[in-house]
């Protein structure tokens, strides 16, 4: 039977502040919005599955993509190339991710083959947990930005870079874990830096089917589910 399941993230809207000399990041992140470190946010909710789990149905997917509800935007009183990049990327996985491995992924996309650099947590994710994912890079649309980015001024974001990662393997986990990860510019001062960001709510929607499987088939299904959320 087809189904249509829809992850809602909500908007990220920050101003740079705080007292010199060390601004921060300052606005009022909506539910389900949480700051990771000093430039980098997470939104997280759970898509739950747990009545096809009842029925013992087997959730498999066809496609996935994305929605983005207005523009992204930056403001700046200067603006340095080298270092103000905004990176997003988004995650619906069917096992849960912690926090070390949350910022991993904004490195290298998880379900690969990682290189191996210390202090980084890549976890034990393989393409299969990886239901639907996506990577952006971003930085100032200098098209059509104010004056010089040495001067004050704004612009919408322009991606200059887009990944899919996403496996549309079927699952018989209870639940996915739904992540959108930022990594964010440092917050500027009143003469220098950038001194706002605005990130628009983000819709998922996962075209989607329910099938029972043969009971055999269904049960190995179901161990594996458990295996992979179990040994993350």
Known sequence: MDRQLTVEFPWLTLVAGGPPPAPVWEGNPNTDTRQLSAVAYVQEMKLDLSGYVQDSLTVGFRRSFEQLGGAESINWETYDANNDVVIETVIISSVPFNDTQLGAALVSSPGFTNYNVAGFDWGNFNREHIIHGTYHVMYANSTIGAGAFGSKGVATLMTVQSNDFSSLEPTAADCLYCYRIFVLPEPGTA????????????RVILDAFTVEEPDLEYMMRLKRSYELANQV
């Open 191 to 202: 003469a220098a830096g950038v001194s706002q960001l605005g990130l628009p709510p983000k």
